[in-house]
């Protein structure tokens, strides 16, 4: 059972340090929520929800947000100190 837990709070860390990435990613690009939510077509709330580390965007948007975004789709996966 603790192995279970265990991988739970991993799989949460890694998104929480996903959604903090594109949040990076939008203030480096001096972009709001609602202007990158609108630029990739999506609904605010999901943006918020992968922001939050609650959901993780599908491979078609998740390549949707590196091009809006213009960033290297490396940021997103690895170290922490890789920049944009």
Same mark, same amino acid.
């Given at each position: 059972? /603790?192995?279970?837990?265990?991988h =739970?709070?991993?799989? =949460?860390n890694? /998104?929480r340090? %996903?959604?903090?990435r594109?949040? /990076?990613?939008r203030?480096?690009?001096?972009?709001?929520?609602?202007?990158l939510?609108? /630029?990739?077509?999506?609904?605010?709330?999901?943006l918020?929800?992968?922001?939050?580390?609650k959901?993780?965007?599908?491979p078609?948007?998740?390549?949707?947000l590196?091009?809006?975004l213009e960033?290297n789709?490396? %940021? %997103? %996966?690895?170290?922490p100190?890789?920049s944009?």
């Amino acid at each position: 059972m /603790k192995s279970r837990v265990k991988h =739970h709070e991993q799989i =949460h860390n890694i /998104k929480r340090e %996903f959604g903090n990435r594109i949040i /990076k990613a939008r203030q480096k690009a001096r972009v709001t929520q609602s202007d990158l939510a609108l /630029k990739m077509g999506i609904d605010i709330q999901k943006l918020r929800d992968y922001e939050n580390g609650k959901s993780t965007p599908s491979p078609v948007i998740f390549a949707t947000l590196v091009r809006v975004l213009e960033t290297n789709p490396k %940021f %997103f %996966f690895g170290r922490p100190r890789l920049s944009l």
